[in-house]
């Protein structure tokens, strides 16, 4: 009795190639924890709006422009006692999902593990995605834990459906994300829309009205924030 699969087998190699990519890229990196948009992120996930200073302190009301369920969520995960540690294992397991994600991507194009694998921790550790490139600052892979990226996680994963024409996951996929960054999920939803409405072109207007339903059905709570 084996305790993994042929498949599962398979699967070792790449997945340990991207593991090690991911911690490599936030060494090469560094990690900081309360730096730049953190300074608005930390006082959300502490709730410090609920404190008797926080409704009346200029700063916390502040925060109202940096919405997003992600830390709404954290806030009755994380406290005082463990918000360093949360944010640090977060941020790495942010890392490591957004390698698979590429990776499977990857995989939708040309079935070979290795170079797939190999390919995903060039990218994960390639210094123009890290924060600063020569064309200026992005959020694709930051220094600290950011719903940006999880956010950019979250996108990819609904062309991974898109890839594979699985439109109501896809819809469902950037629902999701419309609540953990609106700005990224709208220029996504932009495209994906588009691709979908050429892709079904011949088929029932009814079919891609559910579909579009469905999105706009999940990412309606966003609209309050």
Request: glycine residues 8%.
């Given at each position: 009795?084996?305790?993994?699969?042929?498949?599962?087998?398979?699967?070792?190699?790449?997945?340990?190639?991207?593991?090690?990519?991911?911690?490599f890229?936030?060494?090469?990196?560094?990690?900081?924890?309360?730096?730049?948009?953190?300074?608005?992120?930390?006082?959300?996930?502490?709730?410090?709006?609920?404190?008797?200073?926080?409704?009346?302190?200029?700063?916390?009301?502040?925060?109202?422009?940096?919405?997003?369920?992600?830390?709404?969520?954290?806030?009755?995960i994380?406290?005082?006692?463990?918000?360093?540690?949360?944010?640090?294992?977060?941020?790495?397991?942010?890392?490591?999902?957004?390698?698979?994600?590429?990776?499977?991507?990857?995989?939708?194009?040309?079935?070979?593990?290795?170079?797939?694998?190999?390919?995903?921790?060039c990218?994960?550790?390639?210094?123009?995605?890290?924060?600063?490139?020569?064309?200026?600052?992005?959020?694709?892979?930051?220094?600290?834990?950011?719903?940006?990226?999880?956010?950019?996680?979250?996108?990819?994963?609904?062309?991974?459906?898109?890839?594979?024409?699985?439109?109501?996951?896809?819809?469902?996929?950037?629902?999701?994300?419309?609540?953990?960054?609106?700005?990224?999920?709208?220029?996504?939803?932009?495209?994906?829309?588009?691709?979908v409405?050429?892709?079904?072109?011949?088929?029932?207007?009814?079919?891609i009205?559910?579909?579009?339903?469905?999105?706009?059905?999940?990412?309606?709570?966003?609209?309050?924030?």
């Open positions: 009795m084996t305790l993994l699969s042929n498949k599962g087998r398979d699967l070792v190699v790449p997945a340990s190639i991207i593991f090690l990519a991911s911690i890229s936030i060494l090469m990196q560094g990690y900081t924890y309360g730096s730049q948009n953190n300074i608005f992120h930390i006082p959300i996930v502490l709730d410090y709006l609920a404190s008797d200073e926080g409704p009346h302190d200029v700063f916390v009301e502040s925060l109202e422009r940096f919405p997003s369920f992600f830390w709404i969520v954290l806030k009755n994380l406290h005082e006692g463990n918000i360093e540690a949360g944010f640090l294992t977060l941020h790495l397991l942010t890392r490591i999902c957004f390698g698979f994600i590429v990776f499977f991507c990857l995989q939708s194009l040309a079935r070979n593990r290795l170079m797939n694998a190999a390919i995903t921790g990218i994960i550790g390639f210094p123009g995605f890290l924060a600063t490139s020569f064309l200026g600052r992005n959020e694709l892979l930051m220094s600290y834990l950011s719903h940006s990226q999880v956010a950019f996680m979250t996108i990819m994963a609904s062309w991974l459906a898109l890839r594979y024409r699985r439109y109501f996951l896809c819809a469902a996929i950037l629902g999701f994300s419309f609540n953990i960054n609106a700005f990224l999920s709208f220029w996504s939803a932009l495209a994906v829309g588009g691709s409405l050429w892709i079904m072109r011949d088929q029932a207007l009814m079919q009205i559910k579909i579009g339903g469905l999105m706009t059905a999940i990412f309606t709570p966003a609209f309050p924030m």
